[in-house]
Nanobody
Framework: QVQLVESGGGLVQPGGSLRLSCVTS????????MGWYRQAPGKQRELVAK???????NYVESVKGRFTISRDNAKNTMYLQMHNLKPEDTAVYYC???????????WGQGTQVTVSL
């Protein structure tokens, strides 16, 4: 069983920044691709960004140039640095990790990000 614990969400004004963290219960280097997803009220969960074990990254078009995903093997932590936040970024953000012993991977519990005046 792999546990993922997110933190760093909160309320921020438009144009502001936040950094989300996802701490893993096992050595992050043993995990496969990891990603950040988000789900806004009434909408389906969507992939925001992902990072492979060799640090290749991909982003959904709407966050390119504003968000940066990274993973720190020494700290067993994945990050999502978010700049120039917009109201449409408001959602619960979840981290996910692929693991070779699981067909579905693992999810964190989510952290709320609210962008509002």
């Amino acid at each position: 069983q792999v546990q993922l614990v997110e933190s760093g969400g909160g309320l921020v004004q438009p144009g502001g920044s936040l950094r989300l963290s996802c701490v893993t219960s096992i050595t992050i280097a043993s995990l496969g691709t990891m990603g950040w997803y988000r789900q806004a009220p009434g909408k389906q969960r969507e992939l925001v960004a992902k990072i492979t074990s060799i640090m290749t990254t991909n982003y959904v078009e709407s966050v390119k140039g504003r968000f940066t995903i990274s993973r720190d093997n020494a700290k067993n932590t994945m990050y999502l640095q978010m700049h120039n936040l917009k109201p449409e970024d408001t959602a619960v953000y979840y981290c996910h990790a692929d693991y070779w012993l699981s067909t579905t991977g693992y999810w964190g519990q989510g952290t709320q990000v609210t962008v509002s005046l």
